[in-house]
């Protein structure tokens, strides 16, 4: 019996990865290293492989075979945002080719419990401050498409062969659980905050007259130990009976705003920094936050680390 981790080399997959070997579950990672790191996986099984690519089906049932795995957690996937809406065809081949070839592989191999890492990034724009899972969805950007397309592709497969899928649909996931395993991109708010202060810059903010307390955008930022946590939890859940849903917001529950963000920098970094006020950045809607309820009371998981802890971590990974 082992978990197969896909994307199980990058930030997130690392820290799930990190957690199964505390539980002492053996790992399969398969990785295909384009944006993970070899040396953060620790006792697991490798392979590297690129779901995407031509021969993966083959090479994945093999593998899933060769070392007896029972689950799957996949998280392999590309996700930058700008970058899905330069080259579309790139992110539905990759996220979309990357799931039907797993899902090819577990149906012939007879696995049938999957943990889908999916994305707040399927809501698009929501007209409410807090989300639920049965808000619609409407995607703004081809990433955010793929990852509703995958959830489809999970429905189907539980509809046509009995795939018990979980959907987790990721808030703004930012803070480090162990230094070596922190996030080593600057795509998103904490590290593009980082980034300009270790180079001396001030912080941009994304403008600051939306509809909201101080004006800036507010989101749900969930520590990564916490959204780490909420994968076993699901693991799980797909191992009982009673299972009612199959998707699930994974946040805090709690909004901040990008100048709340900022201050809180401010306090842990004791850097004095001056902020620097842009106009809105296209995309971006004003509320982003989770309605938490049905992940609390079907999964048992709720967050356990504010954003201080949030920050603390991953200002400590880098400084
Ligand atoms: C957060 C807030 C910016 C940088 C993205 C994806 C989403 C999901 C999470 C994966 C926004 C503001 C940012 C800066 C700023 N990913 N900002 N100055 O856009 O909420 O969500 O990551 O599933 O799909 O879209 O995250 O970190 O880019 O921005 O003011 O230098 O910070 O405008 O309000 P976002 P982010």
Known sequence: MSVLVTGGAGYIGSHVVRLLHQRSEPVLVVDGLSNGLRDRLGASQFLQLDLAAPNSKQALTDAIREHGVTSVIHLAAQKQVGVSVERPEFYYEQNIGGMSSLLSAMRDTGVDRLVFSSSAATY?????????????????????????????????????????????????????????????????????????????????VFGDDYATPDGSCVRDYVHVHDLADAHLSALDYLERDERKHSTFNVGTGQGFSVFQVLAEIKRVTKIDFDIDIQPRRAGDPPYLCADVSRIKEELGWQSSRGLNEIIESAWSAIK
Not at 143 to 170: D, F, H, P, Q
Request: aromatic letters at 8%; charged letters at 20%; hydrophobic letters at 45%.
């Open 124 to 204: 698009g724009i929501p007209d409410a401050e807090a989300v639920t899972e049965d808000s619609e969805c409407h995607p703004i950007n081809p990433y955010g498409e793929t990852k509703l397309i995958g959830e489809w592709m999970g429905a189907n497969a539980a509809r046509s062969w009995g795939l018990r899928v979980a959907n987790l649909r990721y808030f703004n996931v930012a803070g480090t659980g162990w230094p070596e395993l922190a996030d080593t991109a600057v795509m998103n708010l904490v590290p593009i905050v980082f980034s300009a202060l270790k180079a001396g810059k001030s912080p941009i």
